[in-house]
C-alpha cells in the first residue's frame, strides 16, 4: 500500500486523499465490513461463534474433566 502526506491529509493508492475523520470513518467500516464476513463464515461452516469468556469455561470444563 502507498502512503503519501499532504496538506491536511494522507493519500492512500486505493482510496485517495482523505483527511483523519474520513481515515477513521473508512476504518469504522471495514471494521463492521471484516466482523459482518467473520460471522457469515461461521454461518456457512455451520459453527455458532462463541465469545472469548465461553472458551476459557469449555477449556476449564475439559481439564477438569480430563483430571478426573
Known amino acids: 500500500m502507498m502512503l503519501a502526506k499532504r496538506q491536511g491529509g494522507i493519500c492512500i493508492e486505493r482510496l485517495g486523499c482523505m483527511?483523519?475523520?474520513q481515515l477513521l470513518a473508512e476504518i469504522?467500516?471495514?471494521k463492521q465490513e471484516n466482523e459482518r464476513l467473520k460471522q457469515e463464515i461461521a454461518r456457512l461452516r455451520g459453527v455458532k461463534r462463541t465469545s472469548a469468556g465461553?472458551?476459557?469455561s469449555m477449556s476449564t470444563k475439559l481439564k477438569e474433566a480430563l483430571r478426573e
Open 54 to 56: 465461553a472458551m476459557d
Open 19 to 21: 483527511d483523519k475523520e
Open 28 to 30: 469504522e467500516k471495514l
